[in-house]
C-alpha cells in the first residue's frame, strides 16, 4: 500500500506509505486520489489530513520513474494537486522531518498547512537540473515571497521550518507544531478547527508581486548566469519565477510546465539525475547484503606520515575518529603532523573551521615510532612507500601486532593487493582503500576488494566511507583499478596526439573546454611527471609490445617533473599554479617528431575530445567485462569524483550512452585506421561492440 487510508472521529488521514522517503510514484499518487474520494464521499468527514509515514512527509516526485511512461501517467502530480486544490472539504498537510520537491509542492496545494519544528523544506529540483514541475515556482512565490522562494528555487538547499516560519507575512505554514512527536494530534486538532471554514485558501489565489519588478529578475538572472555556466536550469528558474509575478496563476503554470518539459530532457539533466542514483548506487555491492554485519570501527592506526597518510588521517579525526600514526623516524612523524596542523591552520584562517574543532580534532590525534602501540587500534591503513618489499615488510609486522579482527587496509595504488593479503595470515581481513591526492580534499575512495577480502570488511568500509564523506566505489584487483587503470589509456592518447601534430596546450584547452577540469598535461605536471615515468618503465618492461609516445620520458629526462619542480609540460612560478606552456618543450616534441619522420598535422578540438574520451569509454568497457567494477554507473562515479570529469556530462559512460554506442564504435574504427595511434587498443571491447550492435547503453 502506498497510501493509508483511515478515518478518526470526523477527520479522514491519508499517510504516504512509500519508503524510504514517500516519493510520489505513479501508485502513491492513484493511492491519495482515491482516498480524497473516499474522504469527499464520506458524509461523516468533515476534514482531511495528509501525512507521510516513516522519515519523510515526501521526498518528491519518485526520480526512479522519471523518463518511463508510469512519470506522465495520470494522476500525474498536478492532476493530484487539483483534485485536492478541488476537494469540497478543507485539506491539511500535516509535514515533518523531510519535505522536499514534488512533496512540498503538494502541500502548497493544500489549503491548510502545519510542520513539524526540524523539517527540512526544500524545492531541490534544481540539483537535477530541473525546476519544480507541479507549481512550485507558481505557489511558492505567493506563499512565502518572491526573494525567499526565489532563494529556495535557485539553490535547491533546504531550510528548516521553523526559519521559514519566522518569515514576516509567510503563509506557508498556518501552524507550527509544537515538536515532531504532537504533530499528529495537533494536525488533527487543527482540521477540526477549519472544518466548517468556508470558502477554503487556495495559495494560488494569493498575489505574488515584487517591489523592484523586472530590474530584480534581471539581477538575479545575471548572478546566477555566472554562478551556473554549464547548467541551464538556474536560469530558468528565474523565469519561471518571474512568469508568477506576471500574469495569471494559470499562464504561470504554462510557462512552469513547458520550461520542465524542455529541461527534463537537457543532458545536463540526465546527467544529474544520472549521478543521484549512481551515488546511492555505488554504496550497494551485489553480493553483500544491506544487513551484513558491520565491525566497529572507533579508533584508527595510519602507517606512514607522508603525503597520503597525513590526509588519510585527516578525514578520521573530521569524523571524530582518534588516529594514531606510525613513522620509522621521530623526524617524518613531526613534518607530517605540523603538515596536518598547516592544513587545519589554513581552514581556521579562512573561518572555514572553529578553534574549538580544531583543538578537538588535534586532540584525537597521536603518534608512535612502536608497532606494540597499534594493538588497540580496529583499523590501520598503511600508506608507505610504494615497493612491495616494504609493503610485505609493513604487513608482516600488522599481522603480528593488529588484534583479530582488525581491518588492514592498503592505500597502494599499482601493487597487487592480494600479493599484501599473502603477507599475512588473515587475507580476510585484508581490503584496499585507494585515497586520492590530497586525501582529506578528494571525495573518491576506490575501495579495493582482494580475492579472499571478507563481506563484513567490505560492508564495514563502505559504511566507513560514507561517515568520513566519501564516495566509495568498489573495484576488483587489476593494474591501477577502475580509475588509473582507464587514466593510463588516456595519457597514452595524449602522448599520440604530441607526436601527430599536437602541443600540450592545444591539448589541455580541448579537453578543458569539453568541460574536465584540467587537461592530461596540466594535471601531469600536477600529480608529478616521475610517478608515470616510474610505471612506464615498469610496464613497458612487461608488456614491450605497448606502443607509447616517448615524449614524457625525454620530459622526465630534463628533470622537468611538474610543478614540483617548477618545470614540466609547463613553467611555473613559485606559489602559482597557473600553466605557462614553454618553447623548450614544444621544440623538443617537434624534433622527437622529426627524429620519427611524422609530418605535422592540424588535429580538430573534436578529435582530440573524442580520443582521450572514448579511450576511457574503451578501457571501461574491458573493466566492466573483467568484472573489475560490478557497473557502468561506478565508472562514472570514479571519474566524476577523482578525476574531474565535467558533471554535467554524467561520467564516460553516460557521456558515451548519450552519444550512442554506435557512434562511438564508428568513431573508434577512424582512429585505428591511423597508422600513429594504436590499433589494437582501438578495438572495441566485446561488450561495447555488443552493446552497440543491438543498440543498448552501458546504463
Ligand atoms: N524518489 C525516489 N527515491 C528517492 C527520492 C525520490 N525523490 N529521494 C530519495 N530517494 C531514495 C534514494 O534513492 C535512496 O534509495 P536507496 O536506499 O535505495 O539507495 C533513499 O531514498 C535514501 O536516500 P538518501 O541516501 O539520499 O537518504 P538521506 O536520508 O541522506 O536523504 C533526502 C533523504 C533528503 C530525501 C535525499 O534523498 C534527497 O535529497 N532526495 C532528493 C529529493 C529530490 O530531489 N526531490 C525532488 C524530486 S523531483 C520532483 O519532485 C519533481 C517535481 O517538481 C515535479
Ligand atoms: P610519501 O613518500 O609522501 O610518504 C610515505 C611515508 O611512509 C614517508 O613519510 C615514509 O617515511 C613512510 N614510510 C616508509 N616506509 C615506512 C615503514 N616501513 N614504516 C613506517 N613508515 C614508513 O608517499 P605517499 O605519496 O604518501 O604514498 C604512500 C602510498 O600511497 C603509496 O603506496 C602510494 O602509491 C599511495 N598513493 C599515493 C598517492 C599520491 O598521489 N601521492 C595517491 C594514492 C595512493
Redesign the pocket.
Known sequence: MTAEYKVDGAIAVITLNNPPVNGLGLATRQGITDALAKANADAAVKAIVITGAGKAFSGGADIKEFGSPKAMQEPNLLSVILAIENSAKPVLAAIHTVCMGGGLELALGCHYRIAAPGTSVALPEVKLGLLPGAGGTQRLPRALGVEPALNMIVSGEPVKSEMLALLPGQKLFDKMAASAESLAAEALAFAAEVAAQRPLPLVRNLPCKHPQGDAYFQFARNMVKGMSKNFPAPGKCVDAVQAATKGKFEAGMSTEREIFINLMWTPESKALRHIFLAERAASKIPDVPADTPQRAIDAVAV???????GGIAMNFLNAGIPVKI????QE?LDR?VATIRKNYEAQVKKGKLKQDKYEQRMSLLSTTLSYADLKDADMVIE????EIG?KE??FKELDRVMKPGAILAS?????DLNKIASFTQRPQDVVGL????PANVMKLLEVVRGAKTAKDVMATVMSLAKKIKKTAVVSGVCDGFIGNRMIEQYGRQGGFLLDEGCTPAQVDKAIEKFGFAMGPFRMSDL?GNDIGWAIRKRRYLEKPDMKYSKTADLLCEKGRFGQKTGAGWYDYVPGKRDAIPNAEVVKMIEEHRKALGITPRKISDEEIVQRLVYSLVNEAAHILEDGIASKASDIDMVYLMGYGFPIYRGGPMNYADQVGLFNVVQAMSRFAQNPLDDAKFWQPAPLLARLAAEGKTFN
Open positions: 602507517i606512514g606520515a607522508g603525503t597520503m597518510g606510525l613513522e620509522m623516524k617524518a607530517g600508506a608507505v612507500f610504494e616494504v615488510a609493513v592505500n597502494t595504488s599499482t601493487l585507494h585515497f586520492f591526492s600529480a
